[in-house]
């Protein structure tokens, strides 16, 4: 008999959290879900339009927003909450800090504050789980270790600053209020419902339009990519079995340079939409990125270890079935870029890329 678990997603139609969101449907459909999102420009109704649960609610709310936070929590008593609500995109918080200082470190600590009230409010426990980024570790040479959980935290962009802040108000509060959390730090995520603004949705919409498919510097940055679905099932498990305090990181044992994955998407839409032209032709290498990170690659051996946790998506299957998934869902793509958000980003993002190289 499936329990009636109460769970509270912050930033819930986003890119991993409606992904998130599907999941705990279909694993239990007896589970109750509050999706609370400011449903900003990064988060899209149109995510979980389909979704059929008879227990979803969703609440318009900013994480910084404490008062409301606290009566929801209050409202919904959840057994869990996971907060992915952040800004997320480099870029952006290279041309403007501000947001993501106001959303990443305030917006943490102000649903810290109501965590901490709820605690006090309530005799139930509760989990939680921060949701942040390999990013913090900084960048790895050639042939550097993976990051580990023990890798001291140097970010070098505003966005990581941000969540490495984000992660140390986090461990603050669970050494000093006996929150009940864990921090998980995930590689480089991929997958359907993904934002047109990062990497892989913009080389499969520049082949779809015929147009240049931009390529920082010499593309030889290497990351390592985890499929959402992957990283979801991460996310559950150590919901329901993490030790409290603790920090997990979550790999997909991917690491591939920025101009070969491009190439395999360009390889891809030659087989599944031909052109006139090969996609490859459409590659321009541009103005590198300030303080690009050269690699980044999680060591994932405590989660496998201690949660007997692997990935199960193979990278070029999953990149497959990603590129197919943005041609069959062109409409959702047009609907995001009609947005006056996304038209001033993409403006901004084409003048700072410079000249092409």
Known sequence: MQKKEIYLITGGLGFIGSNLIRLITNNNSESTIINFDKNT??????NLK???HKNYYFVKGDIKNKKKLYKILLEYKPDYIINLAAETHVDKSINNANE????NVNGTYQLLEALKDYQKSIKKKFKVIHVSTDEVYG????NEELFSEQNKYLPNSPYAATKASSDLLVRAYVKTYDLPICITNCSNNYGPYQHPEKLIPVVIS????????PVYG?????RDWLHVDDHCEALLLILKNGRIGESYNIGGGNEINNLKLIKLICKIMDKIKPAHIKYQTLIKHVKDRPAHDYRYAINFNKLRSELKWSPLVNFEKGIYDTVLWYNKNQSWVNQIKKRKSYKE????????????K
């Open 41 to 46: 420009y990064a988060g899209n109704k149109d």
């Open 50 to 52: 389909n979704l059929i």
């Open 100 to 103: 993501f200082i106001n959303t």
């Open 139 to 142: 960048s790895l040479r050639r």
């Open 206 to 213: 520049s082949c779809q339009n015929k147009k240049s498919i």
């Open 218 to 222: 010499n593309g030889m940055q290497i």
């Open 345 to 356: 980003w993409d403006l901004t993002n084409y003048k700072n890329r410079g000249s092409i």
